[in-house]
């Protein structure tokens, strides 16, 4: 290939991509990089540049026409002074447990960088410098070698030689994409109402580069109504990738379905979309490139077996077949999950790991929130390491506090590493021997006592968190239907709030699981479960302790002599403002965003974000919401309930038989009120939600729900059943809401409470009635699905009358007694 640049189209690629694509050879083996992550890599190599002279250029840029090819990337130093060019490299670890095509890969990227510099500097030589450094100990490990500018040119001839003809079939396909794109037309004959509206603030936000919030009912088509705006954005404004984040498998499901829809294919999952029918088959394919993101515990074929060429059939030789794979792949309508699998299959590749290498030559991602916004995100590292503009669609955004919460919050339990030591030797033993001395130390540290036995859940277990509002306090001091939580009667507290992280603990920690590593590198089979979780949940607590701060808590749990550290993160914001700016633009929909205000302060979106509320396309005569004023189902009056509460939906069946869903505040209260109904109505079918449903059970649950049936339907509001589901016409024409939502009232909560308090105001606002009555929409948003629906909604506690409830409900709902 010739140095000097042709009259062909260039192609850019970047200096890792180019050397990973064509020199990579042998295993897959994820024994040796499973640790550092990307934010560790990027502290690793300040600490190496730190030690350096004067004079040292970090993140230096280098770039160069090979061919058809632009590359270009960022080499990680260069020192003047000595005519050195560094790549540094963290790890954990021994060094020599390595494999030998990892290193080679390493070289060939410096080669690649080296030859780059001399032909941006003119120069005949240069020295290239390895540097490994070890994250545990700090220490470095540098190879370096002396190169001349002949040799380095024929390595980055070499490695574009290799990638030319992909980048080739690469620029036809984005040419193609962006022509077709271009030409896409909306696939129904005209938008439903609200639609447009919707899709032209999509268009609007991906133009300007801006965070658009919007609140738009269900039933407009908010999936097709946020993708097709997009999809047209990607060729005028440079867009390179589009990430449609989920929440759940369901969302997943509604977005492929309208992707195929709008390629207008006949693959897996068009033609099943719950929004409309799918297009005609075309004569050719769209040429759009849709990954489905699947999690590698659903993806694996091997369960038993480690992802190493010595353990598992399908990580030996992965990379020697990975080409074929991947070429193949370009001429498939679609990479969703069993696509691929099948395309896994015929080559003999682990299909999980496929879907990782199709990653950077894919259009249209479909996954889980976590692979943007989790601390490991995939799609968030490739997107900086290709330097895409990234556009993401986030689905479903009012799950996104409560999911960005659990990502950034990580518990460990003492009596694991407890376990562990009995049965460690040599090293390990030692460093976890010394963890456990700085754990006694963590115990005696002054903490903030908490009086502490928590009440009954109002939902399912929440981490949420002014003082608390006296119009939804009991006379007794209680929130809104919750006991007082009684004082400790032990000495020792169940409850404490550490004041500061204890540094030695958390060093000892990161020892500990870097030990673990290192033993786990060296066996050949199956790494064993208990020290890979342990090591997993030790350097994710160590990674969030590094950045502890007003956002979090950490808090100690005592229960005997069973004792929990948590580290809980409160507000995500710090966390996700970051990933948030690191997209083109952001587009976060859901059908519940009330107040606005409460997700832009807890997701760290800017203050000049977009707000949008679209009109709802329903009426008030479609659905009677009827308060039921004079009825409680705080705590205390719960048994006095059940006798009320089973009239109303007694009354309501008898007006108009059909099929209901009745949503309850707990299990405990769930199953009151279901015995109780069933023992006063046998002649009523009912079907109860359960703890711990499987995927079929939870499908049987939902099959009760038969067009011109009959019964009421059990369940728990904020579980499976109170959003994601589409009961449309007759399938549900009622629905019952025996509880607020709020949040169960416990030591954990109630530290939320203060420091939501503390940083925004209104601290019971966002720790309590915000989360609550956000579940209580979702859940009623299941009656009215579509323009000819009639249903009745029954809110059944006599603060829905309140005014500071009934302005956080949808602005449609004639609400009546």
Not at 61 to 90: Q, S
Not at 291 to 298: I, N, Y
Not at 535 to 545: K, V
């Amino acid at each position: 290939m010739s140095a000097q640049p042709d009259a062909s189209p260039l192609y850019t690629v970047a200096v890792r991509a180019l050397c990973e694509f064509g020199l990579r050879r042998g295993d897959l083996d994820q024994r040796f990089s499973g640790g550092p992550t990307a934010q560790e890599g990027i502290e690793g190599h300040a600490l190496v540049a730190s030690r350096r002279g004067a004079g040292y250029q970090r993140e230096l840029a280098l770039e160069g026409v090979v061919g058809a090819l632009r590359v270009r990337g960022r080499a990680d130093g260069y020192d003047p002074a000595l005519h050195r060019l560094e790549e540094v490299k963290t790890h954990r670890g021994r060094l020599e447990r390595q494999p030998e095509s990892v290193r080679t890969l390493h070289w060939a990227q410096l080669m690649v960088y080296g030859a780059l510099l001399c032909r941006q500097q003119g120069c005949a030589d240069v020295e290239l410098a390895l540097v490994y450094l070890e994250l545990g100990s700090g220490q470095e490990t540098v190879l370096t070698r002396h190169c001349t500018a002949a040799e380095l040119e024929a390595q980055l001839l070499s490695a574009c030689a290799a990638f030319e003809q992909w980048a080739r079939l690469e620029a036809a396909h984005r040419a193609a994409r962006d022509a077709a794109l271009q030409a896409l037309a909306f696939p129904h004959a005209a938008f439903r109402p609200g639609q447009r509206t919707l899709a032209e603030a999509v268009y609007r936000a991906a133009r300007g580069g801006r965070r658009l919030l919007a609140q738009a009912p269900t039933g407009i088509g908010k999936t097709v109504g946020t993708l097709f705006p997009l999809l047209k954005a990607v060729p005028g404004q440079g867009i390179d990738r589009i990430a449609f984040l989920t929440a759940k498998t369901s969302g997943r499901a509604l977005a492929l379905d309208a992707l195929g829809l709008l390629r207008g294919s006949q693959g897996p999952s068009a033609g099943t979309t719950r929004e409309a029918p799918a297009a005609p088959q075309q004569a050719k394919v769209f040429p759009l490139r849709v990954l489905e993101l699947v999690a590698r515990e659903k993806s694996c074929e091997h369960p038993d077996k480690a992802c190493h060429g010595g353990s598992c059939p399908l990580a030996a030789g992965f990379h020697d077949r990975l080409p074929a794979a991947r070429l193949e792949a370009v001429s498939l309508p679609a990479w969703e999950r069993e696509p691929l699998r099948a395309l896994a299959a015929r080559h003999g590749l682990c299909p999980y790991y496929l879907g990782q290498e199709l990653a950077p030559w894919a259009d249209v991602f479909v996954g889980d929130y976590n692979h943007w916004f989790d601390p490991n995100a995939l799609l968030h590292g490739l997107s900086g390491a290709q330097g895409w503009k990234t556009a993401l669609l986030v689905d479903e955004a009012h799950n996104l506090v409560d999911r960005a919460r659990r990502m950034y919050t990580a518990e460990l339990d003492p009596a694991t590493w407890r376990a562990l030591q009995r049965q460690a030797t040599g090293e390990l033993k030692r460093a976890l021997q010394r963890l456990q001395r700085c754990w006694r130390e963590v115990v005696r540290l002054p903490a903030q006592a908490e009086g502490a036995e928590a009440a009954e859940s109002e939902v399912p277990d929440s981490t949420h968190g002014q003082e608390l509002q006296p119009s939804l306090l009991s006379e007794d001091g209680t929130v809104a239907g919750v006991a007082r939580p009684a004082k400790p009667r032990a000495p020792q507290p169940p409850y404490r709030v550490l004041d500061g992280m204890p540094v030695k603990f958390v060093e000892a920690l990161q020892l500990a699981a870097s030990a673990v590593l290192a033993q786990l590198a060296d066996e050949p089979g199956r790494p064993d479960p208990a020290l890979l979780d342990f090591a997993f949940d030790a350097l994710h607590f160590a990674r969030l302790a590094a950045a502890f701060g007003p956002h979090a808590l950490l808090d100690l749990h005592t229960d005997g002599r069973h004792q929990r550290l948590c580290l809980r993160n409160v507000v995500p914001a710090p966390h996700l403002q970051p990933r948030l700016a690191a997209a083109q633009s952001v587009t976060l929909f859901s059908a519940t965003l009330r107040p606005p205000h409460h997700h832009i302060r807890l997701l760290g979106l800017p203050e000049d974000t977009l707000q949008l509320e679209v009109e709802a396309p329903f009426t008030a005569e479609q659905l009677r919401v009827r308060v039921a004023r004079r009825l409680s189902t705080r705590w205390r009056h719960r048994e006095a309930s059940l006798a009320r509460i089973v009239a109303i939906m007694g009354a309501q069946y008898d007006e108009r038989p059909g099929n209901y869903l009745a949503f309850f505040s707990s299990y405990g209260y769930l199953r009151q009120v279901a015995e109780r109904f069933a023992a006063e109505r046998p002649d009523i079918p009912t079907w109860t939600q359960a703890r711990g449903m499987s995927e079929a059970e939870q499908a049987a649950f939902i099959e009760c729900f038969t067009e011109g049936g009959r019964g009421v339907g059990f369940a728990v509001l904020g579980g499976a059943f109170s959003e994601g589901i589409d009961l449309a016409g007759e399938r549900l024409i009622g629905a019952f809401v025996a509880t607020l939502g709020l949040p169960q009232v416990n030591p954990v909560n109630e530290q939320f409470r203060e420091r939501l308090q503390a940083q925004f105001g209104a601290g019971f606002d966002h720790a309590y009635l915000y989360p609550g009555l956000q579940k209580v929409v979702q859940a009623a948003g299941r009656v009215i699905r579509g323009p000819e629906d009639r249903g009745v909604l029954h809110l059944l506690d006599e603060r829905f009358d309140w005014a500071e409830v009934r302005a956080l409900l949808p602005g449609w709902w004639r609400v009546g007694e």
